[in-house]
């Protein structure tokens, strides 16, 4: 967790200073992108809240979930990364939402994609997406990368 704490930190300092909030839906961070951003302290101020979205069936429990939401998209991909984004924002009615999608390993996905890709993206006053590929199939260690990679898009996109 400590690696990712300048880049969470980052991203604090920007949402505090304009009095703004976020929102994370993550899939194969498992839930590191919001553990970080929720370990700076103050976090109230701007942290509303996430959730680990790991199955289709974990979306269906979603109160109103749309599955047409994702028409047009499929699992990690840039596409599907921002309507996670989008939606997750739009539940918690927040300022920005960050969404992930991807393959931890140590296998890649069942919708084919290799173990260490994940797709990102962050919807807000910009909507941003962006592609990892660590090109390993160490899982925690790719889980790591993808929060990092969330957490520094993110950071970008407020500057």
């Not at 269906?60 to 989008?86: C, I, M, Y």
């Not at 909507?127 to 950071?155: C, I, P, Q």
């Amino acid at each position: 967790m400590r690696e990712l704490l300048p880049y969470a930190e980052k991203v604090a300092v920007l949402l505090k200073d304009r009095k703004e909030t976020i929102a994370v839906a993550e899939s194969s961070a498992g839930g590191l992108i919001a553990a970080a951003l929720l370990a700076v302290p103050g976090a109230s101020a701007y942290f509303l809240g996430g959730t680990v979205l790991y199955t289709r069936q974990s979306w269906h429990a979603l109160k109103d979930f749309r599955e047409e939401s994702f028409a047009g998209t499929r699992p990690a991909t840039e596409a599907n990364a921002l309507v996670r984004a989008q939606l997750i924002r739009e539940r918690f009615a927040a300022d920005w939402g960050i969404g992930e999608t991807g393959a931890a390993g140590p296998t890649g996905g069942r919708y084919g994609n290799p173990a260490g890709l994940a797709c990102l993206a962050v919807a807000g006053r910009v909507e941003r997406a962006s592609t990892v590929a660590t090109g390993s199939s160490d899982r925690v260690a790719n889980m790591y990368a993808f929060a990092a990679a969330a957490l520094k898009l993110m950071a970008e996109s407020l500057a």
